[in-house]
């Protein structure tokens, strides 16, 4: 997912906004503060660096700078920048991680991943240790 300039992201959550509840849009959305609730679209979502959700997601795509918790699933794809920390269950069809990522729950990629029921509860109970970075051999 190529980086977009300000002028192509329509909808943006400043960082000075906290915003609960459950929002959907078409294009792209840019999370620069905190979010709580439910996201859907058929567009893009970038969590930015100082960005912060806990959220059940369901875009296209999602690119992670910032800190998430909760259960995703992206239609297309997936990234996880070097600075992301994301703690849930995420569905998607392609996935990239760039070394330095944090990442801790479980993962469906591949074109059958939205096929499959999405994994058991996103939090709590789920016997998993505190998250460590992903391993090189693993990233790019």
Known sequence: ????????????????SSFK???SFDKVLRIHGRFEGRIVSPGRLHVAREGR???????????IEGEVHGR???GDRLELKASAHYEGDLRACRMVVEEGAVFCGHVSVGPDALKTPSPGPSRGG???SAATPIPDAMTR
């Not at 997912?1 to 000075?16: E, I, K, N």
């Not at 959700?53 to 690119?63: G, N």
């Open 126 to 128: 789920n016997g998993h």
């Open 21 to 23: 509840g459950e929002i």
């Open 72 to 74: 995703l699933t992206a």
């Open 53 to 63: 959700i806990e959220a059940e997601v369901e875009v296209a795509a999602i690119s």
């Open 1 to 16: 997912m190529a980086d977009t300039s300000p002028q192509d992201v329509p909808t943006v959550l400043g960082p000075d």
